[in-house]
């Protein structure tokens, strides 16, 4: 499966999908204008992945920051993320960062995927 | 010329520490950011204030570059809009002033006193409500952005709709961000 690879910039977040050494992982910033067409190449590969998924997925998030236009498409890709077996959330958030574990927090009560809590 | 020196006495006065006026784009509002994310790291705002400024000023600046009303006056248009940041020693205010067409001001005012009669745990439930069960419009939600702003400031979101002309009024928008809470 080919690998997802976008490069972060000072509104877009950096994204790294590869199955095959067992990467996931979105982090960095975003506030892209268009967070839908951002977001979409990622909704197409989380269910290309979803057919041939491997055993077990541990999906990081690792955001500094993003805007409420892209908090719906974080739950877009956690609901794509859903339906897939084996499947767990990392949530990465600075340790002094209060908003981004509540964010985290609120997104693991809106699916149905177990979240781990980590800060950096 | 000396209105130079009146809007620097106003600026003063008002302690702004940061004006544009202008076409608002993601480009403008990235440029906006960066200089005011200089600002605060410059002064050694603590990074909770910090990134609560940062966040309130981007819903600000791209509730503008998305919802703010073309203005037509004959054949000129344009989307001219002012955002403003002051800085006072309990506090950041981020204000924004945009056109509005008159028959929308109804809708946003609805929205705007909806958030500010809810309580933090009523804010949250809104904010989960419209993320769960809503989609992007093509311009991309601008309820949302209010309830992030009042929630992040945690402070109510004040505005007023001075009048323009027969059609427009001039969407003054102003949220507070407590300083120093570390």
């Given at each position: 499966m080919?690998?997802l690879?976008?490069?972060?910039?000072?509104?877009?977040?950096?994204?790294?999908?590869?199955?095959?050494?067992?990467?996931?992982?979105?982090?960095?910033?975003?506030?892209?204008?268009?967070s839908?067409?951002?977001y979409?190449?990622?909704?197409?590969?989380?269910?290309?992945?979803?057919?041939?998924?491997?055993?077990?997925?541990?999906?990081?998030?690792?955001?500094e920051?993003f805007?409420?236009a892209?908090?719906?498409?974080?739950?877009?890709?956690l609901s794509?993320?859903e339906?897939?077996?084996?499947?767990k959330?990392?949530?990465?958030?600075?340790?002094?960062?209060?908003d981004?574990?509540?964010?985290?927090?609120?997104?693991?009560?809106l699916?149905?995927?177990?979240?781990?809590?980590?800060?950096? | 010329m000396?209105?130079?020196?009146?809007?620097?006495?106003?600026m003063?006065?008002?302690?702004l520490?940061?004006?544009?006026?202008?076409?608002?784009t993601?480009?403008t509002t990235?440029?906006i950011l960066?200089?005011?994310?200089?600002?605060?790291?410059?002064?050694?705002?603590g990074?909770?204030?910090k990134?609560?400024?940062?966040?309130?000023?981007?819903?600000?600046?791209?509730?503008?570059?998305k919802?703010?009303?073309?203005?037509v006056?004959?054949?000129?248009?344009?989307?001219?809009?002012?955002?403003?940041?002051g800085?006072?020693a309990?506090?950041y205010?981020?204000?924004?002033?945009?056109?509005?067409?008159?028959?929308?001001?109804?809708?946003?005012?609805?929205?705007l006193?909806?958030?500010?009669?809810?309580?933090?745990d009523?804010?949250?439930?809104?904010?989960?409500?419209?993320?769960?069960?809503t989609?992007?419009?093509?311009?991309?939600?601008?309820?949302?952005?209010?309830v992030?702003?009042?929630r992040?400031?945690g402070?109510k979101l004040?505005?007023?709709?001075?009048?323009?002309?027969?059609?427009?009024?001039?969407?003054c928008?102003?949220v507070?961000?407590?300083?120093?809470?570390?």
């Open positions: 080919e690998i690879n976008l490069e972060g910039a000072e509104d877009t977040p950096k994204i790294i999908l590869d199955k095959k050494n067992g990467i996931f992982e979105i982090s960095g910033r975003s506030l892209p204008e268009d839908a067409e951002f979409r190449p990622v909704l197409e590969w989380i269910g290309n992945y979803g057919g041939d998924p491997n055993p077990s997925t541990e999906f990081v998030f690792k955001l920051y805007n409420t892209s908090s719906k498409l974080i739950l877009d890709v794509a993320l339906d897939i077996k084996g499947m959330i990392m949530w990465y958030y600075h340790e002094d960062d209060e981004m574990e509540e964010a985290g927090q609120e997104f693991s009560e699916v149905e995927i177990p979240f781990e809590f980590k800060t950096y | 000396n209105f130079i020196y009146e809007l620097h006495r106003t003063m006065s008002e302690k520490i940061l004006v544009y006026q202008g076409d608002f993601q480009e990235k440029s960066a200089m005011a994310e200089r600002n605060l790291d410059s002064s050694g705002e990074s909770s204030t990134r609560k400024v940062f966040n309130v000023m981007v819903e600000a600046l791209q509730n503008i570059v919802h703010s009303d073309e203005l006056d004959g054949e000129t248009r344009s989307h001219a809009a002012i955002f403003l940041i800085k006072q309990n506090r205010s981020i204000m924004s002033g945009n056109p509005i067409r008159k028959e929308n001001i109804a809708n946003l005012q609805k929205k006193e909806h958030i500010n009669n809810l309580d933090k009523g804010l949250k439930d809104l904010y989960k409500e419209i993320i769960k069960n989609t992007i419009s093509e311009k991309g939600g601008a309820s949302l952005g209010f992030d702003m009042a992040k400031s402070e004040e505005f007023s709709f001075p009048e323009m002309n027969a059609e427009y009024c001039f969407f928008l102003k507070n961000v407590p300083r120093g809470e570390e």
